[in-house]
């Protein structure tokens, strides 16, 4: 039984499950997204170019990948650690930090910013989406010498040449269709995952389709579904009926975009993103429909512009502003109370 059995692994070690407190469980911290840079619309070439500045904020909320310098977070560490002092008085506790391979993961950095601000950080293992991928990851099988290795020795031993040991594995990348090099690393995770007892996390391709197929192929390669949650489901699956089907299949469901409001999603034109109302609405179907114990909530903040120290909401903005909406929508304090420290205590221990 590895020595993580009934703890939280943190990038400063392990600890008590009792000790998260409230808890974001899809953030990031410092990263890079230059492989989503989406080219700007003729005519916005210079705002595409510009410093950030207020006057600019509205564009860059609808524009958000298209501004090379603002998919750079991993130049805010400074910003950052502010952002994390002010999240733990708004009574923050935890933060995941779900960059993995291919996105700039730099846990030096976790590691300061958990000592620096008292914030329990916990780490991501595994890999992003296949165009972030090597060569040298798709000619990797699944087993020996392998991905499940790899991510294995990430949450053991530590990752990327440090003695920093993930806690959690994933965000792991899928796209739509998923791709021969993601179904690999999905059956890379469960299999590490069924060694190990860990939580695991899945960002989907953005089709409705993506959740259900990339929990098929973790089932079928004997991953623990109740130890796993589906990211994005704000921006993924809209019908309540699918949202559903789908949650019968028994992952953790988290709504992670709290805090992005967008008009025209980039990625899938034909997505309308939810507002914040619309994701409080979506959280109170869950409840009604019984998955209280199911759901997970976060900003998934990826971009510069959603720093308040370029006008944007902000790791707190869930605390300050999201809880009491989620009151006054007849969620109740306990059942916020399990959406913030319960369901994500339950899913970061280790088995
Ligand atoms: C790395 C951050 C990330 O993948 N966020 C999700 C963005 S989106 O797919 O919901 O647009």
Redesign the pocket.
């Known amino acids: 039984m590895p020595e993580q059995s009934g703890k939280v692994q943190t990038v400063l070690g392990l600890i008590e499950p009792g000790q998260l407190g409230r808890t974001m469980t899809?953030e990031?911290l410092t990263?890079t997204?230059e492989c989503?840079h989406v080219p700007p619309a003729p005519g916005d070439e210079g705002l595409a170019a510009a410093p950030i500045e207020m006057k600019h904020l509205h564009w860059l909320q609808q524009n958000p990948?298209s501004h090379s310098e603002n998919l750079l977070l991993n130049q805010e560490i400074e910003a950052v650690k502010e952002e994390l002092l002010c999240y733990r008085k708004a009574g923050g506790g935890s933060i995941v930090e779900?960059?993995t391979t291919g996105?700039t993961r730099n846990l030096p950095v976790l590691r300061k910013l958990a000592k620096e601000t008292g914030v329990h950080i916990i780490a991501g293992a595994g890999y992003?989406?296949d165009v972030t991928h090597s060569d040298e990851t798709r000619k990797m099988t699944v087993e020996k010498v392998c991905l499940t290795d790899i991510i294995v020795s990430e949450v053991l031993h530590g990752a990327d040449g440090t003695d920093i040991r993930c806690g959690v594995i994933g965000?792991i990348?899928t796209s739509w269709p998923i791709t021969e090099s993601e179904k690999k690393v999905l059956r890379a995770t469960a299999h590490a995952q069924t060694q190990l007892g860990c939580p695991v996390i899945i960002?989907?391709g953005?089709n409705k389709a993506a959740p259900g197929e990339a929990i098929r192929i973790l089932q079928e390669a004997g991953g623990n579904i109740s130890k796993t949650v589906m990211?994005?489901l704000?921006?993924?699956l809209f019908d309540q009926q699918e949202l559903l089907e789908f949650a019968k299949m028994g992952s953790y469901l988290e709504y992670?975009?709290f805090g992005?409001e967008m008009l025209n999603?980039?990625?899938?034109l034909d997505v309308d993103m939810p507002s914040d109302s619309q994701r409080v609405q979506a959280l109170a179907f869950l409840i009604r429909e019984g998955y209280e114990d199911r759901i997970l909530i976060a900003h998934?903040i990826?971009t510069k512009h959603r720093l308040t120290k370029y006008g944007g909401h902000g790791f707190s903005h869930i605390l300050k502003n999201i809880v009491p909406k989620m009151l006054s929508r007849g969620i109740t304090q306990n059942q916020v109370e399990k959406i913030l420290i319960e369901n994500p205590k339950q899913w970061l221990t280790f088995k």
Not at 265 to 268: A, C, D, H
């Open positions: 899809h990031h990263m997204f989503s990948y779900n960059t996105i992003y989406v965000e990348g960002h989907p953005r990211s994005h704000d921006r993924t992670d975009l992005t999603y980039p990625f899938n998934d990826h």
